[in-house]
């Protein structure tokens, strides 16, 4: 059951030569339900986009042993999905089966039901024929977890998917990680409410552009550990020299 | 005057009507659903600049082998792709923007195809290169405007999943797959093609018009995409028939009568338009239970 989903080799990324995540070491077990914190800044989102292949390594390897890269379902901090176009929700929801239809796959009447448990599941029911155009920002972000359901992933990044939504959607969307979690698919999840990562994410990564602790997350985020994350300088240093360390 | 006279004469007498006719056609069922892409993208005004960017090749292809339709529409061609991937291509890789790069290029490639123009034509070879003429479409244009349309419906049908995919939700096509540049640059590529066809008819000032209006017109008619593509179709077409019958009757030139009639029902769904006209967004009735 430790097999290795994801192996970080000595990875730094960032823009523009500057490092945003830097010299990050170690490994993320399958089936692993990981939590990543820290200050803004820190390099989580980088951290996922790197993972997604979306952002090139500055240095370093970021390997997913066994896994095919397009198995990956990644949902971002700030979707771009435009809300003015003529879609509904069942659309959208249909759009994670991608990989399977792709452009010219048609449903299946048991991917139609698929698709209308996944709507349910994330407590969007009788919204199908919702133009999208129509809907709040909790609904919007429970219409993206149907989708990332449909995607069927074994890997699935989430970029803050629990910011300026209520706690009864936060509840909703949590058991649907849990759901992911029991089937032993790998989530990682970016999130700055530390009670909810105590309550829900049995590990944690603690991210300051480098790594200040990874491992069980009561062990993680100690008060030590948290100042030394707040401690991070989080603007770029202009004059910065290359970085010395071992590529 | 009888009906049939006004309406149906015009069109069993003159061959030259007949054949406009049918460029018309062939123009406004494949113009029109790529304007309907164009606006759900956020990119209207990139027909009017590809229009313009055209304008080089054509004048290169004109002096090069006169007036005739294979230089001009390949002339036409590979300026507007040129424009299109090289604007694309400096938005991807440097600072600028796309809606700033394509901004440069087409003025660059407009302000080097009046200068070709006036190194060697007259004023009227220019007056035909931007306002066409509808009414002398040769065999050779004729079945170069078939040949534009079925390619460009039958390219609408096969990208048509994931070019909705890119249009609504970029981001995600590209985490899931590969295809959303390629699918850019061909949507593109269809523009131009479509812009070069109706320069030949409608001239380069009046091409973007039969794209744009009738797509615009139906987005505010209908929420519902594949209604709204249909929709943009049958008014470019209903535009390309009433225009020319007006034409002929008035004695007008039926290019930019064309356009006008496409403007028309354009202001006419901006007014009654139900999804999101004037008149429903100002009146839209008393609010309901839930």
């Given amino acids: 059951m430790n097999e290795t989903a994801i192996r970080f080799d000595n990875v730094t990324l960032g823009y523009d030569r500057h490092p945003a995540v830097h010299h990050l070491n170690g490994d993320v077990e399958r089936g692993a339900l990981l939590a990543i914190c820290g200050p803004n800044g820190a390099g989580k989102s ?57 452009s010219f796959g048609g449903l299946t009447r048991s991917d139609i039901a698929a698709i209308s448990t996944a709507i349910g599941a994330v407590g969007l029911e009788g919204f199908e024929a919702r133009p999208i155009a129509t809907l709040s920002g909790g609904q919007l972000q429970r219409m993206l977890f149907a989708r990332l359901l449909m995607q069927n992933a074994s890997l699935i990044l989430l970029d803050e998917p629990f910011t300026a939504i209520d706690s009864r959607t936060v509840s909703d969307l949590l058991a649907v990680v849990a759901g992911w979690h029991e089937e032993k698919r790998t989530v990682l999840a970016v999130s700055h409410d530390l009670d909810l990562v105590r309550a829900h994410f049995p590990q944690t990564l603690l991210l300051a552009r480098e790594e ?19 401690a991070m300088v989080e603007a770029f240093d202009k004059d910065a020299h290359e970085c010395a360390r071992a590529a | 005057m009888a009906l049939h006279e006004i309406l149906i004469a015009p069109f069993t007498e003159f061959a030259f009507m007949r054949r406009a ?14 304007g309907v892409f164009l606006i759900l993208r956020r990119m209207s005004l990139t027909g009017d600049a590809m229009g313009h960017a055209i304008l080089p090749g054509v004048a290169i292809g004109y002096f090069a082998a006169g007036l005739s339709v294979g230089p001009m529409t390949i002339g036409g061609l590979a300026a507007g792709l040129l424009v299109a ?31 070709i123009i006036s190194l060697r034509g007259s004023n009227i070879d220019l007056l035909h290169v931007l306002f066409g003429s509808v009414l002398a479409l040769d065999d050779a244009t004729l079945i170069l405007l078939a040949a534009i349309a079925s390619i460009t419906l039958a390219a609408l049908a096969l990208f048509y999943r994931p070019l909705v995919l890119e249009t609504v939700d970029s981001q995600f096509l590209a ?39 009738p797509a615009a017109s139906a987005r505010l008619i209908t929420r519902d995409l594949s209604a709204m593509i249909l929709l943009a179709a049958a008014q470019g077409v209903l535009a390309g028939y009433a225009g020319l019958v007006i034409s002929f009757h008035a004695g007008l030139p039926s290019g930019p009568l064309i356009t006008l009639l496409a403007g028309l029902l354009y202001l006419l769904a901006l007014v009654f338009g139900p999804a999101g006209g004037l008149l429903r967004n100002f009146w839209p009735g008393r609010h309901l239970e839930g």
């Fill in chain 1, 46 to 102: 980088t951290l996922l986009k790197g993972i997604a292949g979306s952002l090139a390594p500055l240095s370093g390897v970021i390997a997913l042993p066994g896994l095919n890269p397009r198995t990956i379902a990644y949902l971002p901090q700030a979707s771009e999905i435009d809300k003015n176009f003529p879609a509904n929700v069942f659309d959208i929801v249909a759009m994670g089966l991608w990989k399977r239809c792709g």
């Fill in chain 2, 85 to 115: 991937v090289g604007s694309g291509a400096v938005a991807r890789t440097t600072i600028l923007r796309e809606d700033a790069s394509l901004a440069a290029f087409y003025l660059i490639s407009l302000a080097l195809g009046v200068t």
């Fill in chain 2, 21 to 34: 006719l049918a460029g018309a056609v062939a123009l406004a069922v494949a113009g029109p659903p790529l």
């Fill in chain 1, 212 to 230: 200040i602790a990874k491992g069980k997350t009561s062990v993680v985020l100690t008060a030590e550990n948290l100042l030394k994350a707040r």
């Fill in chain 2, 175 to 213: 985490s899931v797959s590969k295809i959303g540049g390629g699918v850019q640059i061909v949507f593109l590529a269809l523009v131009v093609l479509n812009l070069v066809g109706a320069f030949q008819a409608l001239g380069t000032l009046l091409a973007v018009g039969m794209m744009m209006l």
